[in-house]
DNA sequence: GTTAGCACTCCGGGGCTGAGAGTGCTAACG
DNA sequence: CGTTAGCACTCTCAGCCCCGGAGTGCTAAC
């Protein structure tokens, strides 16, 4: 409850519920979810002991169905949460409970087994929260606002070919291959990179940019290399881009065969980064988004659980679970905030030299 | 046809095999490739201009079924090759066809477009492998067989934590962090690993270890240090696996649900590595396993075509795709070893030093 | 050796049916 | 007035039957 400041992106109560309408609207997304099957008004009263009969129920679910927020797919058989309805139980009916300290204490343990590594972080962010959440999940390599750049050096592979490695403020890592015009040998590159990197370090890719028009011969082209690995790291690729956990989905009987693919493909793609990623950047915090209030036309049959992690103005990225719109919110939203919370940690941890 | 020579693991034509039978064997094949199901004499009569009638058909089936190389699942409704009419299609029955050269330009030029970077060139051949097999894709990180230092590098991160970057003589890169017992700055680092870089180059984790011995204090930690991320390159580590295209194993109507799960869980868990790659490390060239063939039970329902890509005697990675014991080997075979070639040479690019 | 004919088997899809679950409406009850 | 019991109706789903299509083995004839 205490959430919904930083969860309700709109908040249309135009009817307001009675106490026991939202008992009722509860039940039946909470039923919905657990069973996936629409539920009728009998099985309530049989399955909870609320203290009025079916008819009675029938009542309110008219009501709430008058009122959008849940929906009879066949003349019979029972009622199914509306998009409007899982938002307003999301926003007004979820107890926010904290991820149970037993999944905490597992999930930290994990962490301390795995080598210190981003990229290590990152799978294992994935796996964990596939599966604490029981869906797909997405997590985004942290990145930094505006990259600066701490350290480079120069390693020679073949007399024409050298490994740039270069280190941000961030300390993010990124390592590209150089075609040297003419051959060079280890000692040239060390000495190059040496002369070079004490006067570029601290800078951001457009101030490099400056410098590489005043400089000249190979340290010209090494400056304008190194600008161009900087600001790669400004935009986030693909291949940065952990997913896991489909099996979960697979599992689900709505997604049988063809949907599975689609939302396959729409994670490999782009797609659901670029839609999604713009609107969330700016909001710090967990964030829902169900159904018709996704982004991308493609993802209307599905609820998002996002949140950005990372340090404050210096690296932030991204780490959700997607689902079918009928998931479990209140475990995936504990996820989700319990590990952007573990991960911005980390990051913190690494950043505040 | 010529290729028996490096695809036969086993060759047991018990029961010599007429003419007649051979084509008959190879269009069943053939035809159960392409639709999945069970395929029947009249049936292909009707398709294939073969000269007799169904009737005799009927014979070839018979006998061919006797000397086990085809199935019939029900009383009636054709038969279905066995793994063992599978082999002996894949050795004796299949041409051995080039990629086609619009599928051999397409590639190369999508590795025109990538960055020179071995890691993009992983996820490329994953992917391109995928789509041209039309099967799941395996792709693992070449690995030095026995990994010789070529240089390293450490980049101070905070006071007391820093960045070992190593590469081999292989062009590998490994970048591992370090947390140091006392503050040290980044002129202090670099003075360490000046000095000491010259001492460890072309040697292996071993030759490493005994300096290490010999060494003390923070050359000692270093030291120690570079031989264990020396060392963790000998091992392939699950994150070094690339798959790509499971979209084609869900639309495959025997993988239905479960197990697509069970082939998943299979390639995610290094189950699949750690049973394949030991059989194959040591073969080079194309490498194909039907069904029972297959090393891991739990493999028993899938076919692999495999080949090991790299330089000789100085990195191997594998390379290969995963399907039902239904698929199109022909295609795999030409794809996977097309991919081998363009990767290996690639790599020979890369350390031709 | 090959083929036509025949009787038989089995799968799969279409249609039917009955059970179960749910609904709205109405009338009665406190 | 809110609540409830009863009722007639609707719709889904699983099981069942049935039939057509496809395939088979066998036998007899070419």
Redesign the interface.
């Known amino acids: 409850m205490q959430q919904a400041s930083h969860l309700a992106s709109y908040d249309q109560e135009m009817v307001p519920l009675t106490d026991r309408q939202r008992v009722v609207l509860k039940l039946i997304v909470q039923e919905h979810v657990q069973s996936g099957r629409p539920v009728g008004s009998k099985g309530l009263t049989e399955r909870y002991a609320i203290g009025v009969s079916p008819a009675t129920i029938r009542h309110e679910m008219a009501e709430l169905e008058a009122a959008g927020y849940v929906q009879a797919l066949h003349t019979s058989g029972g009622r199914v949460p509306t998009d409007q309805g899982y938002r307003y139980f999301v926003h007004h009916l979820m107890e926010a409970a904290e991820l149970p300290a037993v999944d905490q204490i597992m999930i930290r343990h994990q962490f301390r087994q795995v080598?210190?590594?981003l990229?290590?972080w990152i799978?294992l962010a994935a796996t964990v929260l596939a599966e604490t959440a029981g869906n797909v999940s997405v997590v985004t390599a942290p990145r930094p606002t505006i990259p600066r750049l701490?350290?480079f050096?120069l390693?020679?592979?073949?007399?024409k070919?050298a490994?740039l490695?270069l280190?941000t403020h961030e300390?993010l890592?990124r390592?590209?291959?150089i075609?040297w015009p003419e051959p060079v040998d280890?000692p040239a590159l060390s000495r190059l990179a040496d002369a070079l990197v004490a006067d570029v370090t601290g800078l951001t890719a457009d101030e490099i940019a400056a410098r590489v028009q005043a400089a000249e011969g190979s340290a010209r082209f090494v400056l304008s290399e190194v600008m161009m690995a900087l600001r790669g790291l400004e935009t986030v690729s693909q291949?940065e881009v952990r997913h896991s956990g489909?099996?979960n989905m697979?599992?689900q009987p709505e997604f049988?065969?063809d949907d599975?693919?689609g939302m396959?493909?729409l994670l490999r793609g782009g797609a659901f980064l670029n839609a999604v990623l713009p609107q969330i950047a700016s909001v710090s915090g967990v964030q829902v988004f169900i159904g018709d209030e996704n982004p991308a036309d493609e993802l209307r049959r599905f609820g998002i659980v996002v949140s950005t992690y990372g340090v404050d103005g210096e690296v932030t990225g991204l780490l959700g679970v997607v689902g079918p719109t009928r998931m479990a919110y209140g475990r995936s939203i504990s996820s989700v905030r319990y590990m952007a919370r573990l991960m911005s940690d980390l990051m913190a941890d690494?950043y505040?030299?």
């Open positions: 080598e210190v590594q990229e290590h799978e701490r350290h050096e390693i020679g592979l073949q007399p070919l490994l490695i280190v300390s890592v390592q590209v291959m075609h280890q291949t489909w099996q697979l599992s049988g065969g599975a693919r396959l493909d690494l505040s030299a």
